[in-house]
């Protein structure tokens, strides 16, 4: 069982900076799969970025060159959240999983109870 917990979100305004970070019971370090989603209102949950086990990193497209996503120890990720626009504005989750053994694929089984962003025009 792996319990995640999120922590940094706030308001800022448009163009302003935030740093998440998610704090996991375990060392996931080489071992699961992590990643961060969020959800605006009225709208579904989407991803925002996924870290793999090797630390390889990718990002929406509707964030990448502003947010950035790091292991800053074994246990801590941390979301950069640079040049934030207003529909940045939403929940935003940490998730964890293992990979797949055999596509490596990440079904995302635990998940932090959200730190909620937003960000004003």
């Known amino acids: 069982q792996v319990q995640l917990v999120e922590s940094g979100g706030g308001s800022v305004q448009a163009g302003g900076s935030l740093r998440l970070s998610c704090v996991a019971s375990?060392?996931?370090?080489?071992?699961?799969?992590m990643a961060w989603f969020r959800r605006a209102p009225g709208k579904e949950r989407g991803g925002v970025a996924t870290i793999a086990r090797d630390g390889r990193t990718s990002y929406a497209d509707s964030v990448k060159g502003r947010f950035t996503s790091y292991q800053d120890n074994t246990n801590t990720l941390s979301l950069q959240m640079n040049s934030l626009k207003p529909e940045d504005t939403a929940m935003y989750y940490c998730?964890?999983?293992?990979?797949?053994?055999?596509?490596?694929?990440?079904?995302?089984?635990?998940w932090g109870q959200g730190t909620q962003v937003t960000v004003s025009s």
């Open positions: 375990i060392n996931t370090y080489g071992t699961y799969g």
């Open positions: 998730a964890a999983a293992r990979p797949n053994p055999y596509t490596g694929v990440c079904d995302y089984n635990y």
